[in-house]
Every structure is written in structure tokens, then in C-alpha cells.
């Protein structure tokens, strides 16, 4: 890995694991807009955006994950 990069990881899930983990994370998202919306200072708005945007990535991936 060069430096700088950022790490990529991997694992299995089973079908089942894949669709509580999809729930889980829908939840959060959910929850984690409500708290963006009600964020007031510039800075912490900033994070919890970033939080949102990886939580939508991971829901994206795992929706678009296929068995191996």
C-alpha cells in the first residue's frame, strides 16, 4: 500500500447477514438525517454529512452485492 492510500477491505455475508445489515444501516440513516437537519453549528453539520455519506455508500454496496 502506498502511502496516503486508503485501505480497501472485504468480507462474506450471508444472505440473511446482508439483509440485517441493509436494515441496520437504513435505520441509521434515517436517525443520522434527523440529527443533520437538526445540527446547527457549520462544523458538526460538516460530520454528521460526511457520517450520511458513507452510510449511503455502504447501503449502496451492500444492495448491489451478488452471491459469489
Known sequence: MTAGATPQYSFALSE??????L?????????TR???HRTEAFRAKEVVHARVAAIESLCNKAR???PS
Open 64 to 66: 448491489a452485492a451478488r
Open 23 to 31: 436494515d441496520v444501516l437504513e435505520q441509521l440513516m434515517k436517525e
Open 16 to 21: 440473511e447477514e446482508r439483509n440485517v445489515l
Open 34 to 36: 434527523v440529527e443533520e
